[in-house]
């Protein structure tokens, strides 16, 4: 059970630039999300979804598109880099139940640098 | 859209020393979740709160949602160098919104 993975660890991309980070999980999840990390910004959601499928909008999702073709994977794509999108990812899933959520289980993270 | 503060942003206390970090929603919750986050590491759930007014306990952590679900609140007591970390809470209405933070520094 290696719970949620997120390729790669480290990535420098030059502006403009175009890259898909990849999350998985084998605990069939049905919420999935992304979350970049800044110094003093907390964790702001980028897109989220609760099930395969379906996805949406969170707090700052310009720049970023993702799908959800199964439950297991939920990759995050960089259409055309910029350096504003210098940050941590951050990958969560949970199970679903009726009025929230369970326990967010986060990937290690994958720390990008746009130059 | 909804929105999470904590506040303060940074503490820092001498071992032994209570700590305390509140959350505000600027919606009503459906629920309410707390994570630590060490240096370097990834969030870590903590612990979760439904009811209006719950008060749950882990150890030396306190965690209580306020009345209107709008509020939480994370207490340490006699704080130790193995609570170092940075404190989110993160409400759900119909997404889950973490709030900004609080960086605790535990001096020896």
């Known amino acids: 059970n290696a719970g949620v993975t997120q390729t790669p660890k480290f990535q420098v991309l030059k502006t403009g630039q175009s890259m898909t980070l990849q999350c998985a999980q084998d605990m069939n999840h049905e919420y999935m999300s992304w979350y970049r990390q800044d110094p003093g910004m907390g964790l702001r959601l980028i897109h989220y979804s609760v099930g395969a499928g379906i996805t949406d909008q969170g707090e700052v999702p310009n720049g970023y598109n993702v799908s959800r073709s199964t439950t297991e994977d939920f990759p995050l794509r960089l259409l055309s880099a910029a350096p504003s999108q210098t940050s941590v990812y951050f990958c969560?899933?949970?199970?679903?139940?009726?009025?929230?959520?369970?326990?967010?289980?986060f990937g290690p993270g994958t720390r990008l640098t746009v130059t | 859209g909804q929105q999470v503060m904590q506040i303060p942003q940074y503490q820092h206390v001498q071992e032994g020393e209570d700590f305390t970090t509140y959350c505000n929603s600027s919606t009503t919750l459906s629920n309410i979740q707390w994570y630590k986050q060490r240096p370097g590491g990834h969030p870590v759930f903590l612990i979760q709160l439904v009811k209006s007014g719950e008060v749950k306990k882990q150890k030396r952590l306190t965690f209580q949602f306020g009345e209107a679900k709008k509020n939480s609140s994370l207490h340490i007591t006699a704080t130790q160098t193995t609570d170092v970390g940075t404190y989110f809470c993160a409400g759900f209405t119909d997404k889950l919104i973490f709030g900004t933070g609080t960086r605790l520094q535990v001096f020896p």
């Open positions: 969560a899933s949970s199970y679903a139940r009726q009025g929230g959520l369970n326990e967010q289980y």
